[in-house]
């Protein structure tokens, strides 16, 4: 099955610097990527994604690269403010169509704070 | 976004008892719905695939005699802990992905279970 590593674990970053975290994957048929933060006590928020079909994606602060030859996927964050820390997990899945999108591999989590 | 319902946010029970989770899907059909379940400063690991209308499909290693799972609508899951023990304390969070509409799965707020 699919297996996704996760770094770091823990990234403190200081207001306005930016962010990234990486994600590696084993499964070369894993073909859609997103990315989640979760806040305390609360269920993971889809942030952004990514299709194996697309190297790299953004929405406003937030971006995704993706490299399918080496398996890894990058999450970007720019200008980082507080209210950004929180814990990111990215995902990895096999989407044949519909449903499918919900089964996923998650990583590790990496705790990111950001202090003003 | 759409919006998917866990009830209760959070559940204190006896050992021994059983409780009941749902996964409600408020705007939208979803024929499936996953669960997954967190423990504290981990990663979500995916436990079973709820498929309305018919059996689960539970991953390697989950019990199904212990987490009955029943989707007997189009908008509802429900997740059942049997004979609960401390160690079945967790948090268990629910996604649906929109019936034939390719999107994301959304997730649900998870419910935090305490087994005393």
């Known amino acids: 099955g699919e297996n996704v590593e996760q770094h770091p674990s823990t990234l403190s970053v200081q207001e306005g610097d930016s962010a990234v975290i990486k994600c590696t994957y084993s499964d070369s048929a894993s073909n859609y990527f997103p990315w989640y933060k979760q806040e305390l006590g609360k269920g993971p928020q889809l942030i952004i994604d990514?299709?194996?079909?697309?190297g790299e994606k953004k929405d406003q602060r937030i971006a995704v690269t993706l490299n399918k030859t080496a398996k890894h996927f990058s999450l970007h964050i720019t200008e980082t403010q507080p209210e950004d820390s929180a814990v990111y997990f990215c995902?990895?899945?096999?989407?044949?169509?519909?449903?499918?999108?919900?089964?996923?591999?998650f990583g590790q989590g990496t705790i990111l704070t950001v202090h003003p | 976004g759409a919006v998917v319902s866990q009830h209760p946010s959070w559940v204190i029970c006896k050992s021994g008892t059983s409780v009941k989770i749902e996964c409600r899907s408020l705007d939208f059909q979803a024929t499936t719905m996953f669960w997954y379940r967190q423990f504290p400063k981990q990663s979500l690991m995916l436990m079973a695939t709820s498929n309305e209308g018919s059996k689960a499909t539970y991953e390697q290693g989950v019990e199904k005699d212990k987490f009955l799972i029943n989707h007997a609508s189009l908008t509802l899951s429900t997740l059942t802990v049997t004979s609960a023990h401390p160690e079945d304390s967790s948090f268990y969070i629910c996604?649906?992905?929109?019936?034939?509409?390719?999107?994301?799965?959304?997730f649900g707020q998870g419910t935090r279970l305490t087994v005393v």
């Open positions: 990514i299709r194996s079909n697309v």
């Open positions: 996604s649906a992905p929109p019936y034939r509409q390719n999107t994301e799965a959304f």
């Open positions: 995902a990895a899945s096999y989407n044949a169509g519909g449903t499918s999108y919900g089964k996923l591999t």
